[in-house]
Each structure stands twice: as C-alpha cells, then as structure tokens.
C-alpha cells in the first residue's frame, strides 16, 4: 500500500504517526508503507512473543483471530521519495486505468515526443553505473560498456526472504530507452543478462533460473533499459500482461525480427490523470 503526503515539511516527519504541515518551504513526498513477507524462521516466535490474540470468530474447525505483535516482529518497510515531483505523485495515486494499443507509428508521433519532454530523471540510474550510490549492494556486474550491466537488489526488496526477492539489471550503455529500442544489434547484451545475471542470483540467494520471473517493463517509469529478475513465486507489482515482456521472449523475437520491437503494438494501461492519456486522446488514438 503506498500513500502520498502532499505540504510536508523538510525534512519528512517520519514514524511519528503524523505527518504535520509547517508554514512556508512546504514539499510533497510520497512515502509507502509495506508489510513485508513473513520469515519462516519467525513464525514460531511470533506465535509466543504475540503480546495479544483476540478470537473474532468461530465455526466448526474454523477460526479467526486478531494477533498484535510486538514491535520488533512488526516491521514495516517504509520507502521515501522526498522531495517527489508532480510526476512522482501522479505515480502513486490510485486513479481508474485505460489501455492504450501502441502501434509503431503512435510511439514515433506520439509517446517519444512526450517521453522527451517529460520523464522522470534517471539520475539515480547513472548514480548506480558510477559507484556513486548502492555500490555496496551491487550482485553482480560486466563492465563491458556496450554489452555488460550491473545487477543490483530492486528497492522494492529487503533481501531478507527469497519469497519477494526482486533484483535490476541495468545495461551499462545509455540511451537505449526501452523495449521500442531494441534490434538484433542487442542480442548480445541481452544474452549476457539472460546467462550472467541468471548465473549471479543462482550463486548468490541459490535461486535457479526455472524459479526467476525475467521482464521488460513497457511502459517503464524510467527509460534506461534495465530487467526485472522477481521470484517466480511471488505476484510482483508490474508483472500482469499488460506491462511485463519476458526476456526469453522479447530475444525470440528479435531472433525472428530484428525491427520487431519498432512494428508491433504494444499494450500498457495509463492512469486517469496521467499526460500521455491525453496525447492519445488527442492524437484520436484512445
Ligand atoms: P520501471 O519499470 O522503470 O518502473 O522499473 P516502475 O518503478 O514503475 O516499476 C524501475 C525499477 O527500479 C523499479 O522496480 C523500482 O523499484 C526500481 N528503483 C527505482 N529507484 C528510484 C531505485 C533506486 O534508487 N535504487 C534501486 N536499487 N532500485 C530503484
């Protein structure tokens, strides 16, 4: 569940239980709130640290109950973005969705124009390619500039389970914006991903690649291309039909066609408020 809190003051009042608006220099953040997955190794603890259980119902065999935990089993993991953009908000407010059939045409007219204009900084991206933040955190890399990447836990993940495990590989080489970029030339960084990034999360959390969940966003947030490595097991945000492309797929195709990704039309779900729903209202195309 995440929520966003528009006027707050600097810096974010944070696990205070309120977040207060103080006059003048007011920005909007977004914090989101998660519970995160259990850990198995707690579950026994949990069960005799509670420190109340209250019956709601019962019938037959069947139970509910309300279990409050003490506070060190009750983690919730808190992400920021402080100061966030107008941009950032529109992301994470709850508004009714419309998909949008992209044809190669419409991306070429319509959303690379607004994605030039209008996208979110990739700072953070470059920061990671650099050493200059998360260096620490990085699994895996191939410093080849033109074939190689960093694979790196996604901030969505805590590594402390494997049952929600989400990893990034972010390509090394800049400008290839997303799926819609891509021809027969990056096979070979593709492949790279595919293997080496597989090889890395195997040796490093033990899972194989038969239990990994490899994807391209279409539309992505941010327009560097990068792969989403998710736990096959687990529902990740981001992985329905409408957004996630498999990367053994997505290298079929390019197999097949090299200008696949500039012909076929693509499918993405757009939010009420979101611009590029009005480019393509606009343009007569939604
Ligand atoms: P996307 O498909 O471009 O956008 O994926 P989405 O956020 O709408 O899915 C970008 C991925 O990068 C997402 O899974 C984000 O959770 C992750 N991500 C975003 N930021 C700003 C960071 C960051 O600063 N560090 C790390 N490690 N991951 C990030």
Same mark, same amino acid.
């Given at each position: 569940?995440?929520?966003?809190?528009?006027?707050?003051?600097?810096?974010?009042?944070?696990?205070?239980?309120?977040?207060?608006?103080?006059?003048?220099?007011?920005?909007?953040?977004?914090?989101?709130?998660?519970?995160?997955?259990?850990?198995?190794?707690?579950?026994?603890?949990?069960?005799?640290?509670?420190?109340?259980?209250?019956?709601?119902?019962?019938?037959?065999?069947?139970?509910?109950?309300?279990?409050?935990?003490?506070?060190?089993?009750?983690?919730?993991?808190?992400?920021?973005?402080?100061?966030?953009?107008?941009?950032?908000?529109?992301?994470?407010?709850?508004?009714?969705?419309?998909?949008?059939? =992209?044809?190669?045409?419409?991306?070429?007219?319509?959303?690379?124009?607004?994605?030039?204009?209008?996208?979110?900084?990739?700072?953070?991206?470059?920061?990671?390619?650099?050493?200059?933040? =998360?260096?620490?955190?990085?699994?895996?890399?191939?410093?080849?500039?033109?074939?190689?990447?960093?694979?790196?836990?996604?901030?969505?993940?805590?590594?402390?389970?494997?049952?929600?495990?989400?990893?990034?590989?972010?390509?090394?080489?800049?400008?290839?914006?997303?799926?819609?970029?891509?021809?027969?030339?990056?096979?070979?960084?593709?492949?790279?991903?595919?293997?080496?990034?597989?090889?890395?999360?195997?040796?490093?959390?033990?899972?194989?690649?038969?239990?990994?969940?490899?994807?391209?966003?279409?539309?992505?947030?941010?327009?560097?291309?990068?792969?989403?490595?998710?736990?096959?097991?687990?529902?990740?945000?981001?992985?329905?039909?409408?957004?996630?492309?498999?990367?053994?797929?997505?290298?079929?195709?390019?197999?097949?066609?090299?200008?696949?990704?500039?012909?076929?039309?693509?499918?993405?779900?757009?939010?009420?408020?979101?611009?590029?729903?009005?480019?393509?209202?606009?343009?007569?195309?939604?």
């Amino acid at each position: 569940m995440g929520f966003v809190v528009q006027g707050i003051s600097k810096p974010p009042l944070l696990g205070k239980g309120a977040v207060s608006s103080a006059s003048g220099d007011e920005t909007d953040a977004v914090v989101i709130l998660e519970k995160i997955p259990f850990q198995e190794e707690n579950i026994t603890e949990l069960l005799k640290k509670h420190t109340a259980l209250h019956l709601q119902m019962s019938n037959d065999i069947y139970s509910t109950y309300r279990l409050l935990l003490p506070p060190e089993l009750n983690e919730i993991k808190t992400t920021v973005v402080y100061p966030a953009t107008e941009k950032h908000l529109q992301k994470y407010l709850c508004r009714a969705v419309y998909l949008i059939r =992209e044809t190669g045409e419409d991306y070429k007219n319509v959303t690379l124009p607004f994605i030039e204009s209008q996208s979110f900084s990739i700072q953070w991206v470059y920061n990671i390619l650099e050493k200059k933040a =998360e260096a620490d955190r990085i699994i895996y890399e191939n410093p080849d500039p033109i074939n190689g990447f960093v694979l790196i836990p996604d901030f969505k993940w805590n590594q402390k389970q494997l049952d929600d495990l989400y990893l990034i590989a972010i390509c090394h080489r800049r400008g290839i914006k997303s799926l819609r970029d891509l021809t027969d030339e990056h096979l070979p960084l593709l492949r790279n991903i595919s293997q080496e990034g597989g090889e890395a999360i195997q040796k490093r959390f033990g899972l194989m690649k038969t239990q990994l969940r490899v994807y391209f966003h279409y539309q992505p947030s941010y327009y560097h291309l990068h792969v989403h490595f998710t736990a096959l097991s687990y529902d990740a945000p981001g992985c329905s039909v409408e957004r996630a492309h498999l990367l053994s797929d997505v290298m079929y195709n390019l197999e097949l066609d090299s200008q696949y990704y500039q012909k076929c039309p693509l499918a993405f779900a757009v939010r009420a408020d979101e611009p590029l729903l009005k480019e393509f209202q606009e343009a007569g195309k939604a």
